[in-house]
């Protein structure tokens, strides 16, 4: 049987899980993930761990924080008084937003705290930090 290769399409079916046993995604019900293997469109670790299967092949696979969405920083927290939030928004916790950064890019936050003076946001992913397990099963795998 081939083995996915670097290049490849590959359509995976998969379950991540924190630590913890909790489901943080799924490919259950829907249809399987299709990427291109080493293409970065997917964290480093789903993408080695990928390489080598067969199709029909299932593993469960320990991804390190370093391989996943890597650690928490600190500096993606801003502190935003809230003079600066658009009248028009009722922010919420955990509502996420799209906000303009420094250099003209768009940013992905999620509000983690409203005061009567200031909103925080968090820019970080939010598996950022955490090692992930994941179940695969290689569905397809074709060359390009």
């Known amino acids: 049987m081939t083995q996915a290769r670097k290049g490849d399409n590959v359509k995976v079916h998969y379950t991540g899980r924190l630590d913890d ?8 019900g829907r249809e399987p993930l299709g990427f ?5 469109q997917v964290i480093a670790g789903f ?5 080598g299967m067969t199709v029909g ?3 469960v696979v320990h991804i390190p ?16 008084p809230v003079e600066q939030v658009p009248p028009d928004l009722d922010p919420e916790v955990g509502m996420r937003l799209e906000v303009g950064g420094a250099n003209g890019e768009i ?7 409203i ?3 200031h909103i ?9 930090g955490k090692d992930l397990t994941f179940t695969l099963e290689l569905i397809e795998c074709s060359a390009p």
Not at 21 to 28: A, I, K, Q, Y
């Open 21 to 28: 046993g909790t489901v943080f995604d799924s490919s259950e």
């Open 36 to 40: 291109a293997v080493g293409s970065g």
């Open 47 to 51: 993408d080695e761990a990928v390489m």
């Open 57 to 59: 092949e299932s593993k």
């Open 65 to 80: 924080v370093e391989k996943a969405y890597g650690a928490r920083k600190e500096e993606l927290v801003m502190i935003v």
């Open 107 to 113: 940013m992905r936050v999620v509000v983690t705290e």
């Open 115 to 117: 005061t009567d003076s």
């Open 120 to 128: 925080t946001l968090d820019a970080n992913p939010p598996l950022a």
